[in-house]
């Protein structure tokens, strides 16, 4: 037998964390294997137990949702994180998932709907507005929520510094979606200075953060969708 997948639970409040618990627990393939009630506990304990899957609240005192989302996915390749909300809206499902989230419901999802979403992100797919996405799809719907939401964001287009050839390399793959420790196995180069790279790819971009550096690429038509080169490659 498959070993189950194994769920751990961030949600500051009791109740709705034990009701989790009780519908994820009804089925033969799911475990879950922790719950904490803050943002830096549920970071810390998704470094040790290293989830397939993490439940994660947004509200989350310490360390808020986002934040440790953000933290978890950098650092974990394999955990998918699926953000619940009380309050669900466009412009929060865009930051939840350029955090690195793997699905975003608001609290009130049929548990069912729940259920299943876990099954697909533990499979490295995402779940975005009802539909299941591939890795390779997320970017081109966050470029399109980008552009719908760009008064909100902090982007200061005036401000943008060529790349030097190595950091446009780089950008290449976080485009991609590649995570670090990816990156430098393909470039032959350490993990500290693929991070150095990142560092000044944000500074040079203005960009929070790299989903956020992948987007304003694509939007300057400096790096293409995988797709794309894909096809002028064939």
């Known amino acids: 037998m498959m070993r189950p997948i194994r769920i751990m639970i961030a949600e500051d409040h009791s109740l709705f964390g034990h009701g989790l618990r009780r519908v994820l627990n009804?089925?033969?393939?799911?475990?879950v294997i922790a719950e904490v009630g803050d943002g830096n506990l549920?970071?810390?304990?998704?470094?040790?137990?290293?989830?397939?899957?993490?439940?994660?609240?947004?509200?989350?005192?310490?360390?808020?949702?986002?934040?440790?989302?953000?933290e978890i996915t950098s650092s974990l390749d394999d955990v998918s994180v699926v953000v619940l909300t009380a309050y669900d809206d466009e412009q929060q499902m865009f930051y939840a998932m350029r955090a690195g989230a793997s699905a975003y419901f608001g609290k009130d999802v049929l548990p069912d709907v729940l259920v299943e979403a876990v099954r697909t992100v533990a499979t490295g797919r995402?779940?975005?507005?009802?539909?299941?996405?591939q890795k390779h799809e997320v970017m081109p719907w966050l470029l399109s929520r980008f552009d719908e939401l760009s008064e909100e964001s902090n982007l200061d287009e005036g401000s943008l510094v060529p790349l030097t050839r190595r950091e446009m390399e780089i950008l290449g793959y976080i485009v991609?979606?590649?995570?670090?420790?990816?990156?430098a196995l393909k470039l032959g180069i350490s993990q500290q200075t693929v991070k150095n790279h990142m560092s000044s790819i944000l500074r040079k971009l203005s960009a929070s953060d790299r989903t956020e550096?992948?987007?304003?690429?694509?939007?300057k038509g400096w790096v293409p969708l995988q797709e794309t080169r894909d096809e002028k490659e064939s």
Request: net charge negative; glycine share 6%; charged share 30%.
């Open 26 to 31: 009804m089925e033969s393939d799911l475990e």
């Open 42 to 70: 549920a970071v810390e304990r998704a470094l040790e137990l290293t989830p397939d899957v993490v439940l994660m609240d947004i509200n989350l005192p310490k360390r808020n949702g986002l934040q440790a989302t953000r």
């Open 126 to 133: 995402y779940v975005i507005d009802g539909r299941t996405l």
């Open 176 to 183: 991609e979606g590649e995570s670090n420790k990816t990156i």
């Open 213 to 219: 550096a992948a987007v304003v690429a694509l939007r």
